[in-house]
């Protein structure tokens, strides 16, 4: 089945811990996406890649960090510098910007 | 001013009625419209994706797109308890940033 996974569905994170989220396609798309959605605000653009080893910050980039490194993975690491992290996650990718995809999500609860 | 603008709702009717989603939008350059629906704890899954105005028909949906009054609009059919979710416009100029709606969120009741 082709598709994007992302893990873990949950996560829980302490104060002052950097955590992980992990997004994989096997859908061949160039281009991957995380975006963050918070009650009535809907999604919000954290990162950006459109090729291997390159991506760019979206418009809520401080506290994130991600990596390139395989056409098929986009990692997300929340730092411990974002301050309000509780949110859920969601990693997309795209053949072109249009038509987005979506993974299931991940939902961060800070303790 | 946000460039999308979406009713939150909710939106409840009773099974079978013709739903009508709606956003507007202030970018005139915007090109690509597209619906999603959400169900509550789930990624979106597109619905619909259409370039310019005009209708686009799949099943029982029909995306809408009015470039004149930056309107678009999805209509839902004989809608069922199962199309209960969140749906999200979005839209962009072709290859650059996706700019989404806030969601409405919609109720069928049986």
């Known amino acids: 089945d082709g598709g994007i996974t992302q893990s873990p569905k949950y996560l829980f994170r302490k104060e002052g811990q950097n955590v992980t989220l992990s997004c994989e396609q096997n859908l061949n798309h160039d281009a991957m996406y995380w975006y963050r959605q918070d009650p009535g605000q809907g999604l919000r653009l954290i990162y950006y890649?459109?090729?291997?080893?390159?991506?760019q910050k979206g418009d809520i980039a401080e506290g994130y960090s991600v990596s390139r490194e395989k056409k098929e993975s986009f990692p997300l690491t929340v730092t411990s510098a974002q301050k309000n992290p509780t949110a859920f996650y969601l990693c997309a990718s795209s053949i072109s910007d249009n038509e987005q995809f979506f993974g299931p999500g991940t939902r961060l609860t800070v303790l | 001013q946000k460039e999308v603008e979406q009713d939150p709702g909710p939106l409840s009717v009773p099974e079978g009625a013709i739903v009508s989603l709606n956003c507007t939008y202030s970018?005139?350059?915007?090109?690509?419209f597209m619906w999603y629906r959400q169900y509550s704890r789930k990624g979106p899954e597109l619905l619909m994706y259409?370039?310019?105005?005009g209708n686009k028909e799949d099943g029982r949906f029909t995306a809408q797109v009015d470039k004149s009054s930056k309107y678009i609009s999805l209509f839902i059919r004989d809608s069922q308890p199962s199309d209960s979710a969140t749906y999200l416009c979005?839209?962009?100029?072709?290859?650059?940033?996706?700019?989404f709606g806030t969601g409405t969120k919609l109720q069928v009741i049986p």
């Open positions: 890649s459109q090729i291997v080893n390159d991506f």
């Open positions: 259409t370039y310019s105005s």
């Open positions: 979005a839209m962009n100029r072709g290859y650059q940033k996706v700019t």
């Open positions: 970018n005139s350059a915007f090109q690509y």
